[in-house]
């Protein structure tokens, strides 16, 4: 690649995983990409590579150059990423204003929820992302990170698929509602899937997630991991209740297995999604250390 015709790439697939490339390499790679400024199209994959905040904050200097990126997939898991590398890479996209697809796997990192509530400030200048699919789980952000993600993606006012894999991130209650709260407001989503296993949400932050959701007017398509969790009963019949309200949904999978759901969740469960209009397709997953049976 670094030796090559630099001005006629526009679609290139570079695949460096493990590797052990560092910042050096990292850094090397970015000053070729630079130099690439006719590439509409770019799949990176760099994951277990040690490349760290230096080496990230270095390649997203590089690719800042690349003003006609339209497509791009950068594969960053476990790198020794932190906050700051996340919030670099984050200036680094606001460069980006064609384009329409990306794909970011941060995930098994160190980014926190600063650098989670920094890398969605910078999706936010990306005026014309319409697919977005962010790899964040195992890195800690916790509820304000949930929070703050949600709130910088809903300036990215032309987002219509999302999807987001934010397990094992400890957000709880308050992160899960703010996390719904937040997405509302990207008032052109259509299709979002939501990755939330292991997340220790109980019954309060499941009924948040549900009517925070009901908000997002446009919603036709949803997808919603929550198995493992603590929701109960309660969050069973909330979470139901709430999307009750999305009055568009006419796709639903709830995968909710090992939730401490018994009858009485189901039953709840059963009557909220019941006054789901116009829903035609409906997956769930409800796997209990106990039999559940009820009907729909």
């Known amino acids: ?48 590579n040690e490349i760290g905040d230096e080496g990230v904050s270095g390649l997203a200097s590089g690719l800042a ?43 098994e990192n160190q980014i926190g929820a600063k650098g989670a509530s920094g890398l969605a400030s910078g999706l936010a200048n990306c005026i014309n992302l319409s697919n977005l699919t962010l790899y964040l789980h195992s890195n800690k952000i916790g509820a304000k990170g949930a929070s703050g993600l949600a ?26 509602s703010g996390l719904a709260s937040g997405l509302a407001n990207c008032i052109n989503l259509s ?21 925070g959701l009901a908000n997002c007017i446009n919603l036709s398509n949803l997808v919603l991991y929550l198995h493992y969790n603590e929701i109960g009963d309660e969050g ?17 999978a709830l995968y909710l297995s090992e939730n401490q759901i018994g009858a009485k969740g189901a039953s709840g469960l059963a009557s909220g999604l019941a006054n789901c209009i116009n829903l035609s397709n409906l997956t769930l997953d409800l796997k209990q250390k106990q039999f559940i049976c009820f009907g729909l």
């Open 151 to 176: 709130s910088g993606l809903a300036n990215c006012i032309n987002l219509s698929n999302l999807t987001l894999y934010l397990h094992e991130n400890q957000i709880g209650d308050e992160g899960a």
């Open 191 to 211: 299709n979002l899937t939501l990755y939330l296993h292991y997340n220790e949400i109980g019954g309060e932050g499941a009924s948040g997630l549900g009517f």
């Open 65 to 107: 150059h690349c003003i006609n990126l339209s497509n791009l997939a950068l594969y960053l898991s476990e790198n020794q990423i932190g906050a700051k590398g996340a919030s670099d890479l984050a200036s680094g996209l606001a460069n980006w204003i064609n384009l329409s697809n990306l794909t970011l796997s941060l995930s």
């Open 236 to 252: 069973a019949s909330g979470l139901a209740s709430g999307l009750a309200n999305c009055i568009n949904l006419s796709n639903l």
């Open 1 to 48: 690649f670094i030796s090559s015709s630099f001005l006629s790439h526009q679609v290139l697939h570079i695949i460096l995983i493990s590797k052990k490339i560092g910042t050096k390499g990292a850094s090397g790679l970015a000053s070729g990409l630079a130099n690439c400024i006719n590439l509409s199209n770019l799949r990176l994959y760099l994951h277990y």
